[in-house]
T-cell receptor, first 109, second 116 residues
Framework: RKEVEQDPGPFNVPEGATVAFNCTYSNSASQSFFWYRQDCRKEPKLLMSVYSSGNEDGRFTAQLNRASQYISLLIRDSKLSDSATYLCVGRFGNEKLTFGTGTRLTIIP | GAGVSQSPRYKVAKRGQDVALRCDPISGHVSLFWYQQALGQGPEFLTYFQNEAQLDKSGLPSDRFFAERPEGSVSTLKIQRTQQEDSAVYLC??????????????FGDGTRLSIL
């Protein structure tokens, strides 16, 4: 079982809709979590860190539930430019990042 | 400002050849990471340097893979006697701080390696 698991999709969502991704993790070591965004044939870029208290950045909201060991990302009022692969990422007690498979999102006009 | 720079951007090699991939991190960044990303998958950790010291190489898939960062800046990932399963995108990332921290890792564009 992978340490970080997420539904690979694809998710095809109409423009303006709200879309939510979940990700689960299995490592109980000291953790930090992030969402990265990766466009086709480009490098991963940090979208936002994830905190237990929840955090919001414009149309994006991230949440961490340590009891259930899942992380979520909510995108409101989706734009065409949100089309990308969203990578759920954990850091478990060391420096390296552990990535999920990524969830592919396509926003449809 | 300059980000993480990787070269070459694309590399095609015949099975059995040796290849060398270069990473030039952001100036002043202490930590440097190599990841391997297969098609349709997330990046997988290969190895980590803090300055010139290779602190973790647990992700290197075999002894054909070797990485170095002799002066604590530029790093080279070398793959000897390449196999078809080595075909992937090799990503380099750097971060400002050393040790366990929440400093973000900044990724380069990657080198897309194809083994024929």
């Amino acid at each position: 079982r992978k340490e970080v698991e997420q539904d690979p999709g694809p998710f095809n969502v109409p423009e303006g809709a709200t879309v939510a991704f979940n990700c689960t993790y299995s490592n109980s070591a000291s953790q930090s979590f992030f969402w990265y965004r990766q466009d086709c044939r480009k490098e991963p870029k940090l979208l936002m860190s994830v905190y237990s208290s929840g955090n919001e950045d414009g149309r994006f909201t991230a949440q961490l539930n340590r009891a259930s060991q899942y992380i979520s990302l909510l995108i409101r009022d989706s734009k065409l430019s949100d089309s990308a692969t969203y990578l759920c990422v954990g850091r478990f007690g060391n420096e390296k990042l552990t990535f999920g498979t990524g969830t592919r999102l396509t926003i449809i006009p | 400002g300059a980000g993480v720079s990787q070269s070459p951007r694309y590399k095609v090699a015949k099975r059995g050849q040796d290849v060398a991939l270069r990473c030039d991190p952001i100036s002043g960044h202490v930590s440097l990471f190599w990841y391997q990303q297969a098609l349709g998958q997330g990046p997988e950790f290969l190895t980590y340097f803090q300055n010139e010291a290779q602190l973790d190489k647990s992700g290197l898939p075999s002894d054909r893979f070797f990485a170095e960062r002799p002066e604590g800046s530029v790093s080279t990932l070398k793959i000897q006697r390449t196999q078809q399963e080595d075909s992937a995108v090799y990503l380099c990332a750097s971060s400002l701080a050393g040790g366990y921290s929440n400093q973000p890792q900044h990724f380069g564009d990657g080198t897309r390696l194809s083994i024929l």
